[in-house]
Each structure stands twice: as structure tokens, then as C-alpha cells.
């Protein structure tokens, strides 16, 4: 079965562009995560959508990182104006209940 | 603000050995505790959940014990062997949407 996907698995772009990462979760879940891991800070919550509810975007660090969830399933992280501590790895999860069901990530880098 | 630490943050170990990783967590208002496994440029995956009325759950050679009252969780892996490799991060939900902290991880590489 499928499990979570993201796209792109690596992404290197200039400083000042903006970047989309997407996220296709388990068929099913309601409920849908991004987090991002970075050297030196450990694994950070950025938000989380579950079912029609408004997002948490309580761990987003800034106005320029946003994310949407179209129809329940697909989600996109942007994050416009890159700044070069946005490079880190940016995982996604999604769950039924408790148990989080992460992607590969994708591995962002900022020149 | 809650808290995850991990020690050690690296460990080598010959094949065979039985190990221990250690987790503490600073606030124990926890509505349970996971065991992931990420290996190199991978994402993560679960191990073990620990639901807070629990004191331990087992998995073939994985062991978690978790003591709510003193913020302590503890990971033992028996007879280790090579492909036990990886980074194992500990991560607590506090219940509020799940969203997990999670500690900064024990890099354990076991050798032949």
C-alpha cells in the first residue's frame, strides 16, 4: 500500500526564491502534518490540518512559510522569500488516530 | 514550554550487545510517548507507542518502559545487531492535536 508522499525529495534554490514542497498523504487520513528538521534544532511542529477544521499554524517560525490542504488529501508548503536558515529537511506525516505515518521528506537548500 | 532530551546523543556498540537509550522530558501532563526509527534520508517510522497509562510496551527485541512521574522513558534493545543502525528519537504528544515534540535523537551504529 501507499504510504506518504513527498515531492521533491531535494529541492536547491537560490536565496529570495520562493519554493513549494508537496505532500500527498495516506488515502484516508484526516489529519495531516509538516515538520521540519534542521541541524542543531531537532525535529519542529510546523502545522497540522485536520479534516474542514482551521489549521494549527502555531510552528510556523514566519508569515513568509504558509501551507494549504486542498479537498482533505494533498497538501503544499510554501515558503516565499528563502532565506538560507530555511535549509533543513521538511517531513510530512499523516494519521487516522494517534500513530503518525511520516514521509521521506524533502531536503531544501538555500544558496 | 515542554521539553524532550535524549543522552546519549551517539552511541557505538559491537554486534550483539544489548543497549539502552535514554529519553526524559520535562513536563509529564503527557498523553503518550513514541520510539521512531529514521535511517540515513529517510523519513521516520514508528516503533513503539506508548500510551500514558501504560509502564511499558514490547516489540520483538525492543523494550519501552515509560515513568510519566519522573518525565523518563527508556528504549532497550536486545542482542543488537547491525542493521539495528540508525537515529531513535523519542517524541511526546500532549494531547493537543497530537502535534509531537521530539527529542534531538541517539545516533547508534552497531558494529560487526
Known amino acids: 500500500g501507499a504510504g506518504v508522499s513527498q515531492s521533491p525529495s531535494n529541492k536547491v534554490t537560490e536565496k529570495g526564491k520562493d519554493v513549494e514542497l508537496r505532500c500527498d498523504p495516506i488515502?484516508?487520513?484526516?489529519?495531516l502534518y509538516w515538520y521540519r528538521q534542521s541541524l542543531g534544532q531537532g525535529l519542529e511542529f510546523l502545522i497540522y490540518?485536520?479534516?474542514?477544521?482551521?489549521?494549527?499554524k502555531s510552528g510556523l517560525p514566519s508569515d513568509r512559510f504558509s501551507a494549504e490542504r486542498t479537498g482533505g488529501s494533498v497538501s503544499t508548503l510554501t515558503i516565499q522569500r528563502t532565506q538560507q536558515e530555511d535549509s533543513a529537511v521538511y517531513l510530512c506525516?499523516?494519521?487516522?488516530?494517534?500513530?503518525?505515518?511520516f514521509g521521506d521528506g524533502t531536503r531544501l537548500s538555500i544558496l | 514550554k515542554q521539553e524532550v532530551t535524549q543522552i546519549p546523543a551517539a552511541l557505538s556498540v559491537p554486534e550483539g550487545e544489548n543497549l539502552v537509550l535514554n529519553c526524559s522530558f520535562t513536563?509529564?501532563?503527557?498523553?503518550?510517548l513514541q520510539w521512531f526509527r529514521q535511517d540515513p534520508g529517510k523519513g521516520l517510522t514508528s516503533l513503539l507507542l506508548?500510551?500514558?497509562?501504560?509502564r511499558e510496551q514490547t516489540s520483538g527485541r525492543l523494550n519501552a518502559s515509560l515513568d510519566k512521574s519522573s518525565g523518563r522513558s527508556t528504549l532497550y534493545i536486545a542482542a543488537s545487531q547491525p542493521g539495528d543502525s540508525a537515529t531513535y528519537l523519542c517524541?511526546?504528544?500532549?494531547?493537543?492535536?497530537?502535534?509531537?515534540?521530539f527529542g534531538t535523537g541517539t545516533r547508534l551504529q552497531v558494529t560487526l
Open positions: 513536563d509529564s501532563a503527557i498523553y503518550n
Open positions: 517524541a511526546v504528544d500532549t494531547g493537543t492535536a497530537s502535534k509531537l515534540t
Open positions: 490540518f485536520q479534516g474542514n477544521s482551521a489549521p494549527d
Open positions: 506508548i500510551q500514558s497509562s501504560q
Open positions: 488515502s484516508g487520513h484526516t489529519a
Open positions: 506525516a499523516s494519521s487516522l488516530s494517534t500513530l503518525q505515518h
